[in-house]
């Protein structure tokens, strides 16, 4: 269907519009993070990259981004793991409420954050009696985080068929040496995106995470917050924002290009 050249016009700035209410702020971050300014005064008075050398001398940021780092991994490798377990228990068999099960697996990212976040303050505090510390986090995180691995996990299932691992069963292959040698490969790519995906969705979360860290938890969103309003802080702030803007892109564009290259290798 062609559009007509005010259809696309208007629908060329609408879009334009639409990008640079999401991207215009974070390129102001990007200036102040340069500003002479202490309060972040706009236009910036001068430009220096004296709060740079000082973000990175920060040991509280250093060691919120240690934090964060510590959490993602640990976030996801466990939903590597139960993602793709989930993945083939719904993909390779039958059973009453499958269905439900991958509702309820799906569902968590599709959840506000506020909500989620409610409901396992009250699961660990209340029903389990648990403290709050890391660990709550890091299964909190992996409650969302699982999704990222699981819907790439089960495309890649769906897409792949049965036919080479019930050939390498009729040539004497056992389950975990077809595993090995015929399905982990197959599924590589997508455990990567999904991994990658993963990893930034929990390094820059920070809703779940306000409900669920213990007082001695802080992570780099946290730490952001903390200090925004703080004075001669601002500047900092701006910077580490920066840096974990950036850090959530990377693995987000190296999980879009396994992506794209896979449907151009079909």
Same mark, same amino acid.
């Given at each position: 269907?062609?559009?007509?050249?005010?259809?696309?016009?208007?629908?060329?700035?609408?879009?334009?519009?639409?990008?640079?209410? +999401?991207?215009?702020?974070?390129?102001?971050?990007?200036?102040?993070?340069?500003?002479?300014?202490?309060?972040?005064?706009?236009?910036?008075?001068?430009?220096?990259?004296?709060?740079?050398?000082?973000?990175?001398?920060?040991?509280?940021?250093?060691?919120?981004?240690?934090?964060?780092?510590?959490?993602?991994?640990?976030?996801?490798?466990?939903?590597?793991?139960?993602?793709?377990l989930i993945s083939?228990?719904?993909?390779?068999?039958?059973?009453?409420?499958?269905?439900?099960?991958?509702?309820?697996?799906?569902?968590?990212?599709?959840?506000?954050?506020?909500?989620?976040?409610?409901?396992?303050?009250?699961?660990?505090?209340?029903?389990?009696?648990?403290?709050?510390?890391?660990?709550?986090?890091?299964?909190?995180?992996?409650?969302?985080?699982?999704?990222?691995?699981f819907n790439n996990?089960?495309?890649?299932?769906?897409?792949?068929?049965?036919?080479?691992?019930?050939?390498?069963?009729?040539?004497?292959?056992?389950?975990?040496?077809?595993?090995?040698?015929?399905?982990?490969?197959?599924?590589?790519?997508?455990?990567?995106?999904?991994?990658?995906?993963?990893?930034?969705?929990?390094?820059?979360? +920070?809703?779940?995470?306000?409900?669920?860290?213990?007082?001695?938890?802080?992570?780099?969103?946290?730490?952001?917050?903390?200090?925004?309003?703080?004075?001669?802080?601002?500047?900092?702030?701006?910077?580490?924002?920066?840096?974990?803007?950036?850090?959530?892109?990377?693995?987000?564009?190296?999980?879009?290009?396994?992506?794209?290259?896979?449907?151009?290798?079909?």
């Amino acid at each position: 269907m062609r559009l007509s050249r005010l259809s696309r016009t208007v629908l060329g700035i609408v879009t334009v519009l639409i990008l640079l209410a +999401i991207y215009l702020p974070l390129g102001v971050v990007f200036i102040n993070s340069f500003s002479t300014s202490q309060s972040l005064s706009w236009p910036p008075p001068g430009f220096t990259l004296e709060w740079w050398g000082k973000a990175f001398q920060s040991a509280g940021a250093i060691d919120a981004v240690l934090t964060s780092v510590q959490l993602a991994i640990i976030a996801t490798i466990v939903s590597l793991v139960l993602g793709t377990l989930i993945s083939f228990a719904l993909q390779r068999f039958a059973f009453f409420g499958r269905d439900t099960v991958s509702l309820l697996v799906i569902l968590p990212i599709a959840l506000p954050g506020i909500i989620t976040g409610i409901a396992l303050n009250n699961f660990f505090r209340t029903i389990l009696g648990v403290p709050l510390s890391i660990w709550t986090v890091v299964i909190a995180h992996a409650t969302f985080c699982i999704v990222t691995v699981f819907n790439n996990v089960i495309a890649r299932l769906r897409r792949l068929g049965t036919n080479f691992e019930e050939a390498s069963a009729d040539l004497g292959a056992g389950i975990w040496t077809t595993f090995r040698l015929i399905t982990f490969p197959q599924l590589r790519s997508a455990l990567f995106a999904g991994g990658l995906l993963a990893f930034a969705l929990s390094f820059d979360e +920070i809703i779940v995470t306000t409900f669920t860290a213990g007082s001695g938890v802080t992570t780099l969103p946290i730490f952001i917050l903390n200090n925004l309003f703080r004075p001669n802080q601002a500047p900092i702030v701006s910077v580490i924002a920066v840096v974990l803007v950036l850090v959530s892109i990377v693995p987000i564009y190296i999980a879009q290009r396994i992506a794209g290259a896979e449907r151009d290798d079909r």
